[in-house]
């Protein structure tokens, strides 16, 4: 069915051992440009959010496929730019930081929608 409702995505995915997490903050280094086109995009009409999967250290468990099901180990973010944050001079990378609070579960989606389109 038709909504007229959509979200832009970055999907990214990382491993637990490059990540740093501070008290309810992961921190990620996420390419310079990456984050610019996010920062530009945040007060359009259908901005991009971030996706970042954490994935375990060992790349043997990363995923379980099936038949019937498709698993995904460890966990995901989402991240959408502060009204605070400006574009970076940065040419390589440049660090985020994301809340705890925006682990990925099966609501997420429906809150993203209601939030950002």
């Given at each position: 069915?038709?909504t ?8 990214k ?27 530009s995009r945040?007060?359009?009409?259908c ?30 973010y ?9 574009l ?30």
């Amino acid at each position: 069915m038709e909504t007229g409702r959509e979200l832009k995505l970055q999907l990214k995915a990382t491993t637990e051992n490059s990540i740093v997490i501070e008290d309810e903050t992961i921190k990620f280094d996420l390419n310079a440009t990456t984050y610019n086109d996010l920062l530009s995009r945040k007060n359009s009409k259908c901005p991009l959010i971030l996706i970042l999967f954490v994935l375990p250290a060992e790349k043997t468990n990363w995923l379980a496929i099936s038949d019937n099901e498709l698993i995904t180990r460890k966990c995901a973010y989402w991240y959408f730019p502060d009204q605070s944050e400006f574009l970076t001079a940065n040419s390589a990378t440049k660090r985020v930081s994301i809340s705890k609070k925006n682990f990925i579960c099966n609501d997420t989606l429906n809150q993203l929608f209601d939030n950002f389109s």
